[in-house]
């Protein structure tokens, strides 16, 4: 029995079956990624107020200490 016109039905038949297998997948996965990157993007914009809020605080603690660092240089020089 001659098989060779099996091999070449296969051939075209597997093509097409790849081509729609891949096809498929793609929009599965931009959509996934579509959804990764908004999660990102959210997480980035919570990240920036977290950041925010430190520099804020940093700021405020600075000050305070300037502020007692001056404090205490003004007591030293009163008992002086």
């Known amino acids: 029995m001659d098989w060779s ?3 070449t ?4 038949l597997m ?3 790849m081509m729609f297998g891949m096809r498929g997948g793609h ?6 990624k579509q959804v990764d990157i908004i999660q990102v ?8 107020e977290q950041n925010e809020l430190m520099r804020k605080q940093m ?3 600075s000050s305070s200490n300037h502020a ?3 404090a ?3 007591l030293n020089n009163v008992d002086n």
């Open 5 to 7: 016109w099996l091999v």
């Open 9 to 12: 039905l296969i051939c075209p």
């Open 15 to 17: 093509m097409i079956f």
């Open 27 to 32: 929009s599965h996965g931009s959509q996934k």
């Open 41 to 48: 993007q959210n997480e980035l914009s919570e990240l920036k």
């Open 59 to 61: 700021a405020t603690l």
């Open 68 to 70: 007692s660092a001056y």
């Open 72 to 74: 205490k240089e003004k």
